[in-house]
């Protein structure tokens, strides 16, 4: 079974440029996780997806961040303008549904983003 | 605002030691307790999760859960050096999404 994929793997711009992530989830996950890792940190949720609908958005910075799910398989993640503070690693997860509170979430192996 | 809070660590145990990472939860309603793995610049994988009061065993790992003092634990019995990562406990809070709080997570490091 391939893995949720993620790309790009790594990614430097300068402060208020924009950057798009992309994600792919693992094939049948209806749920997909978008979570921002700052170094030493745990993951943080920023926006989960059921099928192509927003479940929690709640941590998103909506000012510069967006997401979307068009169809409800794949997903992008755009930060715009970038700030020095974003600098992180951005981590997709996908697993079977939201509807328990035992899913296993699978994750990406994320992207590295580093803001000048 | 829900927290989950691991001391940072890093906790250092010789070979076949056994290492104890714990975790504390704010949360009363929390139903499910996560704990995952991650290697350095790798992402996290899943070791178990746990939702019963008391402890559950797969092989060298054993989850212990106290929700009364709102304490869950991860004990790993004959450490390795391949165990040396950092360990992320996870809690759900049971809401419409079952959605994850990620405490910062304990480094531990398996001296041989």
């Known amino acids: 079974e391939a893995g949720v994929a993620q790309s790009p793997r790594y990614k430097i711009i300068e402060k208020r440029q924009s950057v798009a992530f992309w994600c792919n989830p693992i094939?049948?996950?209806?749920?997909l996780y978008w979570y921002q890792q700052i170094l030493g940190q745990g993951p943080k949720l920023l926006i989960q997806f059921q099928n192509n609908g927003v479940v929690d958005d709640s941590q998103l910075p909506k000012d510069r961040f967006s997401a979307e799910r068009l169809k409800g398989v794949d997903s992008t993640l755009k930060i715009q303008p970038a700030k020095l503070e974003d600098s992180a690693v951005y981590l997709c997860?996908?697993?079977?549904?939201?509807?328990?509170?035992?899913?296993?979430?699978?994750f990406g192996p994320g992207t590295r983003l580093t803001v000048l | 605002q829900k927290e989950v809070e691991q001391n940072s660590g890093p906790l250092s145990v010789p070979e076949g030691a056994i290492a104890s990472l714990n975790c504390t939860y704010s949360?009363?309603?929390?139903?499910?307790f996560f704990w995952y793995r991650q290697y350095s610049g790798k992402s996290p994988e899943l070791i178990m999760f746990i939702y019963s009061n008391g402890d559950k065993e797969d092989g060298r790992f054993t989850a212990q859960l106290n929700k009364a003092s709102q304490y869950v634990s991860l004990l790993i019995r004959d450490s390795q050096p391949s165990d040396s990562a950092t360990y992320l406990c996870?809690?759900?809070?049971?809401?419409?999404?079952?959605?994850?709080?990620f405490g910062g997570g304990t480094r531990l490091m398996v001296k041989p």
């Open positions: 949360d009363r309603g929390s139903q499910s």
């Open positions: 094939s049948g996950h209806a749920t």
């Open positions: 997860a996908s697993s079977w549904t939201s509807g328990s509170s035992y899913n296993e979430q699978f």
């Open positions: 996870a809690v759900n809070s049971n809401n419409a999404g079952n959605m994850l709080t």
